[in-house]
């Protein structure tokens, strides 16, 4: 018996890039142009992206006897998904303990949306508006890559990565008078 299911999903290797292997690629540009003074990276995350409010442990002990409203909604649809969260910081291989992280970013088993929660101030500039929102969905890969390339090109990146090329000069200049 047939029961006219759909049938036209696509099988073939799809030409869209994962959001961390586009933040990679990117990284990798960055590290060339500034002549390895400075490098993008990629890496796992697996804290919260997302602000949030922490209860202490005395109003966590005075709700004990409160009652929770269980929906049932909560258990269809989606059961176990996989999150794919990463952090996107700068660092240098000159400045020991330093790390400037640009964003957060997650997504799910598609790829796409991907959430972005980016630092404010970048947030701010690239918005043109103080006090902005910092959180960013892209559906697609070309809207993230449009997204990255607007962050490294704002005045607030283009002076961490000049002040970081700066201090590595420094140091290297130190090393050099030493020896």
Request: include cysteine; proline fraction near 1%.
């Amino acid at each position: 018996m047939k029961y006219n299911l759909n049938s036209d999903y696509n099988f073939e290797e799809t030409e869209i890039i994962a959001p961390e292997k586009l933040v990679s690629d990117i990284c990798s540009e960055l590290t060339e142009i500034t002549r390895g003074y400075v490098q993008g990276n990629i890496g796992e995350y697996d804290g919260e992206i997302f602000s949030f409010d922490k209860l202490s442990f005395a109003a966590a002990f005075a709700n004990l006897t409160a009652t929770t409203r269980i929906d049932v909604q909560d258990k269809l649809g989606t059961i176990g998904e996989d999150e794919f969260k990463y952090e996107f910081y700068l660092s240098s291989n000159y400045i020991e303990n330093f790390k400037y992280r640009i964003m957060f970013l997650k997504y799910g088993i598609g790829g796409y949306p991907v959430t972005v929660v980016l630092e404010q101030g970048i947030a701010d500039e690239i918005q043109q508006k103080e006090e902005s929102g910092y959180i960013f969905t892209c559906d697609t890969a070309k809207e993230f890559e449009t997204l990255c390339i607007g962050i490294l090109n704002s005045k607030m990146m283009k002076k961490v990565i000049q002040d970081l090329i700066s201090a590595a000069n420094r140091k290297l200049q130190i090393i050099e008078d030493n020896n």
